[in-house]
């Protein structure tokens, strides 16, 4: 597996490939989805005319209880959903109609797609509309409904398409369009409050339903992820909702949701209680004019570092990291009490609207005290899917490194607030200095001191006071998350269980499992076993599972699981299409990684003329006095170590790029004692070439044979490859061996397998990978002189659960095979990858 075969230079040009390439992706997209485009060609044409591309307003298209019943436009109902009110509206929907309404228009078809935008566009107005007027007409509820703007939105009917299309996707795609979807819905329609995010919402339910009643009858499969995952992402997705809310009422102007109430927990100081202050003085003006004298940047982000906590906890959530689940329940209860704590010493107050219903102490309650504890409740009930600890040393430096951000930012404005006392409004002790510092390091919603609060007006202390408290929380999210890195990994594996599993039954490249850098994952019986490679959080496993009959499908959902754990990602490398098709019956996807090349040893001879290129060279060598000689690496000389070792050298020197690995064996895979060399020896002693060879077992007896490592000395003779291959193919069928393996050519397609005419991403990416490596390692090349000895092409996939997860897994492969390369190797890496374009 580790031989290069350098392949010619000459080739054609890649640019013009490029363009034909890229050509034909855009043909397939405009035919595969041609309502999206008619979509982004109106929404487009429609904001040029009306001028709202560029800022004019064309309130006049929008829909609405007035513009609509009331004028009696009922054309407003179809305009509404082409015409955007803006360009930043105009924007989104084009993003939106490429990538989403694309993506619902392959599930549904195009004809489908292009009624049920009509239809459930103009369904959701009408249904929305009738609420919103319905609403306002309860004076009750009239302060928290929107009043009436026109609505131009094209986004509501590709909300309600993509919920219809949701039906017929794949298991992960549907529970993702669901959960996200209505998550993001729901954000801006109970925290904004705007018309329009009430209308998308009524789309993409009435989407939901037609999409349900449309997908009768079909087919789901079952299983697709553990609860674990799903449970940890649907609370990591609550979490991120409850933190990201506020922010968005904040920055559509304070929001008029049910739920934006709990935005003036955020604020830095509230304009109606300062008016009443200038009235009549109350305990809570002192601190409100502190607020509003202070006010800026730095107080600004102080406030909301509750939701950025939030945030940052619903990140861990989703990975299952124990601190995340900790700082989640802190922040989401102190967020609820606390409010409560000055709703009851008058810090904060609450008056019943003009009807003196007081329904809006109902909403606040609900938007800031009922909602973070019974997500906080929800978190503690699941506590157990939030398992992954951080490592001891790694907690012991992030509470070190935030106590000591802590001391010195304290200590600092301490210094600074001391030296610019004069720069306060007020006189203070030393005492009364140091409580306001401490509480500058609290967002002001986890402040309830009463009385009178000093601040300063001008200089180095005012800049102080806005900007170490900042920084203080800069340091402690920073140390968060480098700690979700920091996480205790599982005990390490015994691998001398794993040979024994190898023994009892294997194929042909389950030995690689039991090389340097690879774990082993058991389950509870140590019946089945999966050799994994952990790369960043990924966890690719290599080859095939070992596992007694009728279990294997046991193993793979019990690596998954586990990965899920772990918080990994997990990637079946290099299997074959029997561990392939349980994994696609679960709805994973897969990619082409390489070919193995089989030779079945019964009844093996070299006779005729297909085999005239392995029996000239092999006849050659024989006639020249070369010998192949059979051994271990322990059992080689002083001598006939130091020549293999300097073929390698010579091998590795001559390309003056990083060596491989994964898949790709070195010198310390050789020194294995169950690996046996092949050395085609001259008569003076002079070793030639070198093979290693690992062996698969069946019922406890060796009967097959696997080729890894192949390096001869550059100068040398040619044919030693063949003369090798073609002796031990000789010998170990006399030994009773049926299955010799040339191993897998990495990367690299078969030649008999079916064009892809649309690769997807993954694939994309490692067709990339072995184009840039070909030039310094010729993997086609020898995959071509593999092709020599008549092989059975067994053909090895990369299997995935999620496209999303792509990028990573294609860095992991990356990183796995190149895992030590130094910046030096990698310019020699680029070099010889653009020499070899040219």
């Not at 004692?673 to 003076?684: F, G, H, K, S, T």
Request: overall charge neutral; charged content about 20%.
């Amino acid at each position: 597996m580790s031989e290069a075969f350098p392949p010619p230079s000459s080739a054609p040009s890649r640019m013009r490939l490029r363009a034909r390439a890229l050509t034909a992706v855009a043909r397939r997209y405009v035919r595969a989805n041609p309502v999206s485009l008619c979509v982004v060609v109106a929404v487009l044409a429609a904001a040029a005319a009306t001028g709202s591309l560029w800022g004019e307003d064309a309130r006049a298209w929008g829909a609405g209880p007035l513009a609509t019943f009331s004028s009696g436009r009922w054309w407003t109902l179809i305009t509404a959903l082409v015409v955007p009110d803006s360009t930043v509206d105009a924007a989104s929907s084009v993003l939106l109609a490429l990538t989403v309404l694309a993506y619902a228009e392959r599930l549904l078809g195009s004809r489908r797609t292009g009624v049920l935008l009509g239809v459930l566009g103009v369904s959701g107005l009408v249904v929305g509309i009738g609420f919103h007027a319905a609403a306002w007409t309860l004076s009750d509820l009239r302060p928290v409904v929107a009043a009436e703007v026109p609505v131009l939105d094209p986004t509501t009917p590709i909300a309600g398409v993509v919920m219809a299309a949701s039906a017929f996707a794949p298991v992960l795609w549907r529970r993702r369009l669901r959960l996200v979807g209505f998550a993001l819905l729901a954000l801006f329609a109970l925290y904004a409050g705007d018309a329009d995010s009430w209308y998308r919402l009524s789309t993409a339910v009435i989407g939901l339903v037609v999409g349900g009643v449309l997908a009768r009858g079909r087919e789901h499969r079952s299983w697709h992820r553990s609860s674990t995952r799903e449970t940890r992402t649907l609370l990591a997705l609550l979490v991120a909702v409850v933190g990201s809310g506020p922010l968005v009422a904040l920055v559509s102007g304070g929001g008029r949701g049910p739920l934006s109430l709990v935005v003036d927990a955020y604020t830095q100081y509230d304009d109606e209680l300062l008016g009443r202050c200038s009235k009549v003085a109350e305990t809570v003006c002192d601190e409100q004019i502190a607020l509003l004298m202070t006010r800026g940047a730095g107080p600004a982000l102080l406030a909301v570092v509750p939701l950025v906590l939030l945030l940052v906890a619903a990140w861990g959530l989703r990975q299952g990291r124990r601190s995340a689940w900790i700082l989640a329940e802190l922040v989401l209860v102190a967020s609820a009490v606390l409010p409560v704590v000055s709703l009851l010493d008058g810090r904060l107050q609450i008056d019943p609207w003009v009807d003196g219903s007081g329904a809006e102490y109902v909403l606040w309650a609900l938007a800031t005290v009922v909602v973070p504890l019974a997500l906080a409740g929800a978190l503690f009930v699941a506590r157990a899917r939030f398992s992954l600890r951080a490592r001891r040393t790694a907690a012991r430096i992030a509470a070190l490194v935030i106590g000591a951000a802590l001391l010195v930012c304290a200590a600092g404005l301490f210094a600074v607030e001391e030296i610019g006392r004069r720069s306060f409004n007020r006189e203070l002790s030393v005492l009364e200095l140091a409580g306001l510092t401490l509480r500058r390091f609290l967002p002001p919603s986890f402040t309830h001191t009463g009385g009178s609060t000093a601040f300063p007006h001008h200089g180095p202390a005012l800049f102080a006071y806005q900007w170490f408290g900042v920084v203080f929380w800069i340091i402690v999210i920073a140390t968060i998350l480098w700690l979700y890195r920091r996480v205790r990994r599982p005990d390490a594996s015994d691998q001398n269980h794993y040979r024994e599993l190898l023994r009892r039954g294997s194929d042909t490249l389950g030995f690689l499992g039991t090389w340097e850098g690879n774990r082993h994952w058991y389950s509870d019986d140590r019946e089945c076993a999966v050799a994994y490679r952990l790369t960043g959080d990924v966890a690719l496993a290599v080859a095939d599972p070992l596992a007694p009959a009728g279990r294997r499908r046991e193993a793979l959902r019990g690596f998954a699981d586990f990965c899920v754990e772990y918080g990994w990602i997990p990637a079946f490398y290099s299997v074959h299409s029997d561990t392939l098709d349980d994994l696609v019956e679960w709805g994973w996807h897969h990619v082409p990684v390489g070919v193995e090349t089989v030779m079945d040893l019964p009844g093996l001879t070299f006779a005729g003329k297909s085999w005239q290129k392995v029996r000239q060279p092999l006849a050659r060598a024989e006639r020249e006095g070369y010998t192949a000689v059979w051994t271990h690496w322990h059992e080689l000389t002083v001598a006939q170590a130091a020549q293999v070792i300097a073929i390698d050298e010579e091998w590795v020197a001559d390309r003056a790029l990083p060596e491989m690995g994964f898949t790709l064996g070195s010198l310390d895979e050789l020194r294995d004692r169950d690996v046996r060399l092949l050395l085609a020896v001259d008569a003076n002693g002079r070793i030639e070439a070198v093979t290693s060879w690992m062996p698969s077992w069946t019922d406890g007896t060796v009967t097959g044979w696997t080729l890894d490592f192949m390096r001869r000395r550059t100068n040398g003779p040619n044919g030693m490859m063949e003369f090798l291959i073609a002796k031990a193919a000789l010998q170990l069928q006399d030994e009773g061996a049926t299955v010799l393996s040339l191993s897998g050519a990495p990367l690299a397609d078969d030649p008999d397998g079916p064009a892809d005419g649309d690769p997807a991403p993954l694939r994309a990416v490692l067709r990339w990978l072995a184009e840039v490596l070909e030039p310094a390692y010729g993997f086609a090349s020898l995959f071509r002189f593999k092709g020599k000895f008549r092989p059975r092409y067994r053909p090895l996939a990369l299997a995935y659960r999620d496209p999303l997860q792509l990028p990573a897994i294609g860095a992991a492969v990356g990183r796995a095979y190149l895992p030590g390369a130094s910046r030096h190797e990698m310019v020699a890496l680029a070099k010889s990858a653009w020499e070899g374009r040219r």
